[in-house]
């Protein structure tokens, strides 16, 4: 081989050498894409019960105003907006959450969980952190008295007015628990869900039942004949009544789920979707 033949192949493997460095220095350089969501505090990918993706439960049915149409899917409702809210905060992609159903009790319940958060009016209370974790609170409401116009608690004025009527309320709720507190439990009647105690005081079998504010619009305004609001419980309005997200006890996700709260709360993005989703308590008188 001539000696120009030898300097020229030197000279493409020079040039092959760098080409070669070029390509593993830009490989080095650019991040390889990870579709798994990581935890900011460990870096590591969020430990949801199916990697990549994010698992949501909700009530079967779910009810206006927290999901429109029973299809949280869609992300319309406040509750069902809230939890594409916390999912986009984590790092998933609306096609990354799958939604899945419980019943509310069997959500309260000790034991393992098919879902990483779940959401359909949980209050935060000592008794249900005892075998639950709780995220922050997304909602702070009060409970109401709803009736209907032909009842005999539509003209009731105070707490007295209601002691005489019989009312309902769904078992193992905050709206059961303020009842029996200020009403008392002589003519306080107990439904296994709201949907018992709506077609109960439809049925006239009571005369009014009690339900968190936001449900108390839903159901005047769109299920109830002449229905009406009489008011709010006093002790409700101290406060409120929180609502957090439900996560298996000692969720690893806990810690996260929570952060993700307190950005859209810091943020304003869980007042924007209540004023979005929520009709106020203006002008719901408040019980004595």
């Known amino acids: 081989m001539s000696l120009s033949h030898k300097l020229r192949g030197a000279a493409l493997a020079a040039v092959a050498l760098v080409a070669m460095a070029s390509c593993s220095s830009a490989a080095e350089e650019t991040p390889v894409p990870t579709s798994t969501p990581t935890d900011t505090a460990t870096a ?18 779910a009810y206006s105003p927290w999901v429109l149409n029973n299809a949280p899917e ?4 406040f509750e069902a907006a809230v939890a594409y809210a916390v999912a ?3 790092g998933f992609a609306k096609e990354d959450v799958v939604w899945v159903r419980t019943t509310f009790d069997a959500a309260i319940a000790v034991g393992p969980k098919d879902f990483d958060f779940n959401l359909q009016q949980f209050s935060v209370t000592d008794d249900r952190k005892k075998v639950v974790d709780f995220s922050s609170p997304y909602y702070t409401t009060t409970q109401a008295i709803v009736t209907t116009g ?24 905050t709206s059961y628990e303020a009842a029996a ?8 009647d107990v439904f296994n869900s709201n949907d018992d105690a709506v ?24 299920v109830l ?5 009489v008011g709010q419980l006093a002790e409700s309005t101290a406060g409120g009544d929180q609502f957090g997200l439900l996560l298996a006890k000692n969720s690893p996700l806990t ?3 929570t952060a993700a709260v307190d950005a859209l709360q810091a943020d304003g993005t869980l007042a924007a979707l209540e004023d979005k989703w929520l009709t106020t308590a203006e002008n719901i008188p408040v019980l004595q």
């Open 44 to 61: 590591e990918p969020l430990p949801t019960l199916t990697e990549g993706k994010l698992t949501i439960a909700t009530g079967d049915p």
């Open 74 to 77: 869609s992300g319309e409702g």
């Open 88 to 90: 986009e905060q984590l």
């Open 150 to 173: 032909s009842s005999p608690a539509a003209s009731a004025t105070s707490l007295a007015d209601l002691k005489a009527v019989r009312v309902g309320a769904m078992t193992g709720t």
């Open 181 to 188: 507190a200020q009403i008392g439990t002589d003519k306080l």
């Open 199 to 222: 077609a109960a005081l439809q049925a006239g079998q009571v005369d009014a039942i009690v339900v968190d504010l936001p449900t108390a619009f839903y159901l005047r305004d769109a």
């Open 225 to 229: 004949d002449e229905g009406k609001i």
């Open 255 to 257: 810690p996260a789920v």
